[in-house]
Each structure stands twice: as structure tokens, then as C-alpha cells.
């Protein structure tokens, strides 16, 4: 069965780093997240709940921000159609998903306008259960809607949302107490969006558990020899940045958590580097002039599939000048431009690697996160620092807790 | 009047650049843009054309990729409600306007699924009126559509786009013939999408003329201020990154458009700092971990708006522990986080700005759009770049076209 590739070959060879792959794997059992593609009990009391619910919800709000949002935004955008919120709705189509991460007044209150309150589903996100942004949003829209319209995704045990979950009788979801919120992806902060998108959620710990084989393997460790190879040219080359770059827009948001995944895993102590997510063909028109002419600090890693599905046909061209267009396909000029771009940076010296699911399917994009996932872990070790916990926001947070008065 | 604020302070002291400014200004003409402010005609032709439309036509979609789209893209997002794809429309609301600026079949093709062919006009963008992406996704659409639900905006003379507009019987907007792309947010590249959604684009125009005199004043000019603290602190102290962060969802597409104006700017000839655009609070709970912990590489931009407009009410807590956001709102919350997060970097030595909207007006942002466009010509003579051009990316194209057969 296609399997998803990484091709690191353009970023040429880099140190061994099977201890890293070691110092993740002792600590599998308080990390929590490689035993999560095993859990299809959970999946399927996803499944059960979307299936069981009222069908003329036919919109879902997310609230949630940070690890409570991006790895399920991730998901969610990766297989469910573009353009989800223009899509028409009713019994028997599509939930609409929507992922509300902020509480700036001006698009929260154009939501609260946009939706409609008796056929929307809040889903109330928070590992800890007293993330101030989540419990704000909870507070504004809680006392407008019945119990049945609000369930929570948290901590099975502690934390102030369990509390008032219980107090409320709101139905409640677990997120298992040694999973942190950006490795959330295959709980259900993940999972229950996606099933009550409709999406396959038990092809994505399906492939999740067949990448967790390779990234656990001691040799062809598709996790490692990415790790390892961005790493060294960072600290051998200076390559302090790791642009990642989607050729599908469904799989931008994948790249926007893992800009998370390798900040909040890496960024610490004075070292990691540093994410940037960008968008092919677009950031070819914004982008690429840096990255091909400006300074050599950064490796390239492209992300695209290898079929597309149904292409967009280009009949007749409009003009004589643009008869190369004629009979092509859209997706076949993306795959020509993302070709061109790669050659014209290695070209030019840049280190280059690829990744590239078989297609957008629910199995490839479980392979991916555990993938981006892992990897991030594994580059823990090789910057000498400890992947888990985020100590450089918590100053932040007592700063804004101190001037709302909270003790 | 209250104006855009840029507060540099903690940036500290950077060397005179007023030497960077002469040679911006000794291009004006070359370079065209300061000039569009003045062009009254034009925003007034936008508006007629949106006024006289069928009013049937309740939908826009941008066909447009880079400099034809991002500008467009930020004045859309920063002035219209959020969640405008959700709002309802009908003859006398607001027309919703949709940027497709990518040939992935699976959301271009989505796309064409969503919007009802009789309701949309499509703004078929172009200056070189040869862009491979937008000639592609015209080629697609062209033959579905009467000649009134198309209108093109691109060089009043040359390009093949134009052929094909007097061809067909389009109806064509101009874009002066020295305007770059990235720099033609105030021709009707931004001027025509926004008067069609109902903006205020006289009101744009206002407020870039207001910034016009500031960045182009002796001193106290904000883009010399800033173009020469960044340049310094990349050059002087290896910081080659430049953060912005949006505390307003709105503003947030404005930073994506600089990240085009600083990479297509400045990175030339192995030079250039690196703009990475985030979201506030959202990336406090994903990227601050690395800002505030990691290497000290970066200079940070907080963007925000001193009048948020009516706030979202945070009635009574649903927990004692949550007693702190009682009878607050989430703008209030918002501000104490983005104080709380430039403190937290400013205590640990990170270099900050703020620049600092009154509120989100359209003369705001036609004040916002100039300092940004300024800031990064006035950079490019600092490093020693022409800010004009774009040869990086020649080669990929070259190595497209040649792989397509065009000739």
C-alpha cells in the first residue's frame, strides 16, 4: 500500500542520531502520544456521538486556542472539501466546522452574529480546563444555550472545566493526562471534530499507526533522518530557519501546527530554530525571492501529494500566447511549478527535502501528523533540551493574570 | 485626528537613514506609488462600477496570485465584518468577496462547486497580464460566463490579458504602468475589491495620503524609524527575523502582505531579514514559547488598534476560579494579554515595536498600507538592494515554462 515518502536525498548526509530516537522512546509513557493510534475505542465514541447527534445541528464551533486548536484545524482542513464554510448544509450533509482561537471582540462577535444558535454545536476545548481565552468564550456563550449544544473535550479528571462540566451536565470528552495540547492530535480534540465533520477518523489512526512502525524503526526512520538533517544545518551551517511548504492548500494548516509542534518543543534555552509555513504556488509570488536570492539560512521542506483526484481541465486556451495552458490541467501546472521551484533552489545550493502522501486521504494524513510529530520530539535531544513543557510562556501568563487581578 | 502611532522606543537607537530616504525619493517617479493617493478619479471609478453592478450579483471572486491578490487580500480583511463568507447577502448587503489565489483543483475546483455562476463576478487580475496561475484559472472560467460578470484589472496598454479583455468586450480596470504588483494596494487592485464590498475607499485614500507626508517628512518619519531599527538590530546584533504579531484578527492579512513587500524588497544579492507574520493571543499558545526562550534572532512588530469598537461582555464567571473574567470583555482580556506578552519580551531583552492603529477605519489602514510599503523601499537602500524586481524567481518561472512548451 503507497505509503507517504520523504525524500531528505537533496539535504545530503547528516551525523547519526539514534540516541535522540532513544531518548524519545524512554520516555514514551509519559509523553503519551505513540499509544494514541491504538485507542479505537475512543474513535469510535466519536464516530457514535456525531452519528447520535440532532441532525439539524449543522454547524460546530470550536473553541480552543493553541494545541486545542491547531493540530484538529489541521486535520479538518487537510480532508474535509475547500471552501467548507460556503458548502450548503442540511440533514444528511456535512457538518460545517468552524475554529474560533481568538477573543478579539471584532470576529468572535461577527461569529456569535453569523451562526445560528439553535443549530450550532459548541465544542469547549482545554487540556488544563482553565485556559483564560477558552473559559472567556465559554462564559459569553454559556448561559444562551441547553446542555445538549455544549461538549467538552479536557482533562478526564482535574481541571475547572470538568467542574463545570459536571455541574452543568454538559457531555465531556478526555484528552488522556499525559498528552500535551499540541500532541492532542489523535485524541479527540482531533478526532471528535473530525467525525462530526464526517471524515474517516479511523483511517487516520489506521495510517498514524503505520508511520508510527517507520518512526520508531532503528534504521530508514523517515522521523530521525528529518530531524537529524534539519538540526545539522542549523548548528553545521547556520540554516536557523525551516520554511515548510504546502503544494495543496488543504495541507497548509498541517504546517501551522507544526510550527507549534517546533517551537513549543524546541524553543528553549537560546536554541531551536525557527518555523515559517508558506503556500505553493502563491509564496512563489511573495516568498521564493528571498529564499532564492536572499541570504543561505534556511532548508526547504515541500509537502504536496502525489494525486491530486479529479483535475480542473484548462479547455482552449484564450489567446495564442497562452496555448502551453490548453488541455493541461490545474493540478498538472502545480505539479510543473513545484518541480521548477525545487530544481531552481537546489540549483542554487539550497537544501531541499520533500514529503509527499500518496493523496489527501484520512490514512496519509494520520502517517503525516505522527510524522511531524515525531520528528519534533526526536530534534529535542540533538538541541540538548526537553521537548516537553512551554517554561518561556509562563511569564506571560502571570503578567496578565496579575493585572486581571486573578490570585 | 487621531493617526497610526509607531512606538519604537524599545528598539532603541539605530543609525540615521536619511540617506535611504533621498534615494527612495529620488525614485518616485520610477516607482509610482506615492502618487496613488491623489488618484480620486480612480477610487471614484471603483465606486461607480460597484454601485451600477446587477445587484443580483451578490458574490466577488478574485482571480489573482501575489501582488495581484495580497494587498487586495489585506484592505478586504482588515475593513470588512469577519466571517464575511458567513454573513447573509441579498440585493442591498454587503457583496461577499473571495480570494482564489491558488490552481490546487481541489479548492479551486471546490470553489467552483460553492458559488452560484449567476450571483458572482469574477476581477481577473494581472499587471504583466501574463501570470500563468491567473491566466489558468480564466482559461477555466471564461467561457462560462457572460461578458458582464467579468472585469479585469491590469496594464492600460500592454499584456495579453488586455488583448483578450478588448477582445471579448471586458470591462478593464488600469493599473499605472509603474506600479509593481505588491505596491498597488491603492490602485484598483485594492481600490476595485474593496468599493464592491461596500468599503470606504476614499476614506483608504485619506488616510495613505496623511502617511504620505509622515514617511516622507525630514524627521519623525515612522518608515525611516523602523526601516533603519530593523536593518540595524540584522546587521548589528544577528537578529534576521522580523516578527510582526496582529492583536486584531482583521490586521492580520496586512502582515502577510508586508511579509511580500520585505521579501521581495530586500532579499537580493544573499541579503534581507526574514518577516514571519503571527496572530495575537492565538500564537502566545504556539509560537511565543521559541520567541521568548529560544535564540535571541528576532525583532518583534505588535500591530494592534488602541479602539476595538464594542466589546464582546463577559457576563458572570461559571466558576469561582474563573471569578477574574466576570464583567470583562474579551477586547479588555485581549489588551491585558498583548501588554502582558511585550512585557514578558522587553523583560527578557527582546526588542520590540508597536505600531498602534486608532482604530480599525479605513483611513487607518490607508495610513497602515503606505508605512508598510514605505518602510520596505526605505530598508532596501540599508542593505544595499534595489527594492525593484524580482530576479529570483525568473529562473523558476523560465524552468516552468520551458517543462510546459511555451515558447
Not at 266 to 275: E, I, V, Y
Not at 336 to 362: K, M, N, Q
Request: charged residues 20%.
Amino acid at each position: 500500500m503507497a505509503q507517504v515518502q520523504v525524500d531528505a536525498a537533496a539535504l545530503g548526509a547528516a551525523p547519526a542520531a539514534d540516541h535522540a530516537l532513544a531518548a524519545i522512546v524512554a520516555r514514551r509513557a509519559e509523553l503519551g502520544f505513540l499509544e494514541l493510534p491504538d485507542d479505537r475505542e475512543t474513535a469510535r465514541a466519536c464516530i457514535d456521538y456525531a452519528r447520535a447527534l440532532d441532525r439539524d445541528i449543522d454547524t460546530v464551533v470550536v473553541l480552543g486556542i493553541g494545541g486545542s486548536s491547531l493540530p484538529a484545524r489541521a486535520i479538518h482542513s487537510a480532508l474535509a472539501p475547500a471552501y467548507d464554510a460556503l458548502a450548503p448544509r442540511g440533514p444528511g450533509l456535512p457538518r460545517r466546522i468552524l475554529f474560533a482561537d481568538n477573543i478579539d471582540p471584532a470576529s468572535f462577535g461577527a461569529l456569535l452574529e453569523r451562526v445560528d444558535p439553535r443549530r450550532t454545536l459548541w465544542n469547549v476545548v482545554s487540556k488544563s480546563g482553565g485556559t483564560a481565552e477558552t473559559c472567556a468564550q465559554l462564559c459569553v456563550v454559556a448561559d444562551r444555550l441547553p446542555a445538549a449544544q455544549i461538549v467538552c473535550t479536557t482533562d478526564p479528571a482535574s481541571g475547572t472545566l470538568r467542574e463545570v462540566a459536571r455541574a452543568r451536565g454538559w457531555m465531556c470528552f478526555d484528552i488522556p493526562p499525559p498528552v500535551s495540547g499540541r500532541l492532542s492530535a489523535l485524541t479527540p480534540v482531533g478526532l471528535l471534530p473530525a467525525a462530526l465533520a464526517g471524515l474517516d477518523v479511523v483511517g487516520l489512526l489506521d495510517g498514524a499507526r503505520r508511520m508510527r512502525d517507520r518512526v520508531l524503526a532503528p534504521a530508514d526512520n523517515p522521523a530521525v533522518r528529518l530531524a537529524a538533517a534539519l538540526h545539522h544545518h542549523h548548528v553545521a551551517h547556520g540554516r536557523a530557519m525551516v520554511v515548510t511548504i504546502a503544494y495543496a492548500d488543504g495541507l497548509y494548516a498541517m504546517l501551522e501546527w507544526l510550527g507549534q509542534l517546533w517551537c513549543e518543543s524546541l524553543g528553549k534555552q537560546g536554541r531551536g530554530s525557527t518555523p515559517i509555513a508558506a503556500r505553493g504556488a502563491p509564496d512563489q509570488h511573495a516568498q521564493l525571492q528571498l529564499w532564492a536570492d536572499g541570504p543561505d539560512d534556511k532548508v526547504y521542506v515541500f509537502v504536496t501529494v502525489a494525486s491530486r483526484g479529479p483535475d480542473v481541465a484548462i479547455p482552449a486556451a484564450l489567446h495564442a500566447d497562452w496555448q502551453y495552458l490548453a488541455g493541461r490541467g490545474l493540478g498538472e501546472l502545480l505539479d510543473v511549478e513545484l518541480a521548477a521551484t525545487i530544481d531552481s533552489l537546489v540549483a542554487r545550493g539550497r537544501p531541499v527535502a520533500r514529503i509527499v502522501l500518496p493523496r489527501a486521504s484520512a490514512e496519509a494524513v494520520g502517517e503525516l501528523a505522527l510524522l511531524l510529530e515525531m520528528t519534533s520530539l526526536v530534534a529535542a535531544p540533538l538541541y540538548g533540551v526537553d521537548p516537553a513543557g512551554e517554561p518561556g510562556v509562563e511569564d506571560g501568563k502571570r503578567r496578565a493574570f496579575a493585572a486581571l487581578g486573578r490570585t
